[in-house]
């Protein structure tokens, strides 16, 4: 169920790169004439370079028997405060890792290591200030980890709601935070994201008494962009509703592991 | 935001797509098809390609784009249509298990050489 949106995908990808091979330097599979230009078919994913290394750091978390969750949204919704509640309850009973993606600063990491979980910092600007992490980056992270010392891997993205829907990291699972404070149209505004994740946090609802925001219309734009994905609303501030959130996370974890 | 690394994606596969027999010519035009679900903003991809292939066996050539509607099927009855809106719940019988034939979509798929006059 965690996996329909990476099945989904993988589907895709083998049908546009399977059949190409890495034959880059080798025949094309066909060729037609045009007034003034000979047209060479191609047929390949741009982000195909990304998406063979992705499928590498799969089979390694695979074998290493490690879930490992995406965790991407706007600049600013608390990925970071939701991440460092959420390790304080999973520990020790999962054992967890971060890699924590920035443009600059450690600040998240400094964070996140209170926790005692072992936290790699990302600072894209050594990749020409990226926006997003891709599959490479985060196999040269892993560098930095052992992971046959973990359960649950948990990527905190680059704070950004475009860019990094697009790229494949190994991921098992993805999930979108979305706080109040930015307004219920977000969804609407960044389809791809939601449609791409399989779970979503509505965070900062302690601040709802004093918003105009709407929470019934984020949940229904929501569940038009993506039927039947699980929504659970939390404060990452007080650990209002985070008990269904820690379930989902434990189940989707115990789901991986050896039976 | 991220159109500067797509266009050095596109001129790494272009480049590794020319075949040996034409090895040095030059490329006219790359064909791209971009889904309307793809993160990819074409003004801002067409002005990192020009800059980008700058040099390279791609310089000058006209980048085509091919923007793809998004086309979903319904698992559950197979209704095919084109998704206007980002709603993604069969009209017909409301089934939310979707194939999504078309719309993700940021593909090469083909480049054109120009003879030797």
């Known amino acids: ?259 | 935001m991220h159109e500067m690394g797509i266009a050095l994606e596109i001129i790494d596969i272009a480049t590794a797509s020319i075949p040996a027999d034409l090895a040095g010519s030059k490329v006219a035009r790359v064909n791209l098809a971009v889904g309307q679900l793809s993160a990819i903003v074409p003004d801002s991809l067409q002005f990192c390609f020009s800059i980008v292939s700058k040099d390279t066996a791609l310089e000058g050539a006209e980048l085509v784009i091919d923007t793809r509607p998004v086309v979903a099927v319904c698992k559950a009855c197979g209704h095919r249509w084109t998704v206007g809106k980002p709603v993604f719940t069969c009209p017909v019988c409301e089934g939310s298990d979707l194939t999504l034939e078309s719309g993700r979509e940021l593909d090469i798929t083909s480049i054109e050489i120009a003879e030797e006059a």
């Open chain 1, 1 to 259: 169920m965690f996996l329909s949106n990476r099945n989904a995908k993988a589907l895709h990808h083998s049908h546009f790169h399977k059949p190409q091979g890495k034959e880059a330097g080798g025949a094309p599979a066909m060729e037609r004439q045009r007034s003034g230009t000979r047209e060479i078919q191609v047929v390949r994913r741009v982000l195909d370079a990304n998406d063979i290394m992705a499928d590498r750091n799969r089979q390694r978390f695979q074998a290493e028997q490690v879930f490992v969750l995406n965790m991407m949204s706007s600049p600013g919704s608390g990925k970071t405060t939701t991440l460092q509640k959420t390790l304080a309850r999973l520990m020790p009973e999962i054992r967890c890792a971060v890699i924590v993606g920035d443009i600059c600063t450690t600040n998240d990491a400094d964070r996140l290591a209170a926790s005692g979980a072992p936290v790699v910092q990302i600072n894209t600007d050594e990749f020409g200030g990226d926006c997003h992490l891709a599959a490479h980056v985060i196999e040269k992270a892993l560098g930095g980890l052992d992971l046959s010392a973990i359960d649950l891997l948990i990527v905190e993205n680059i704070g950004n709601l475009v860019c990094p829907a697009e790229f494949d990291i190994g991921e098992d699972a993805r999930v979108v935070v979305l706080s109040v404070t930015e307004g219920e149209d977000k969804p609407a505004k960044y389809p791809l994201m939601f449609r791409e994740c399989d779970v979503a946090l509505l965070n900062k609802i302690d601040l709802l008494p004093y918003l105009d925001f709407d929470r019934q219309l984020a949940i229904d734009t929501l569940g038009e962009i993506h039927p039947h994905m699980p929504i659970f609303e939390i404060s990452a501030k007080t650990e209002a509703g985070f008990e269904p959130w820690l379930a989902w996370i434990r189940d989707a974890v115990r789901a991986k592991l050896p039976a």
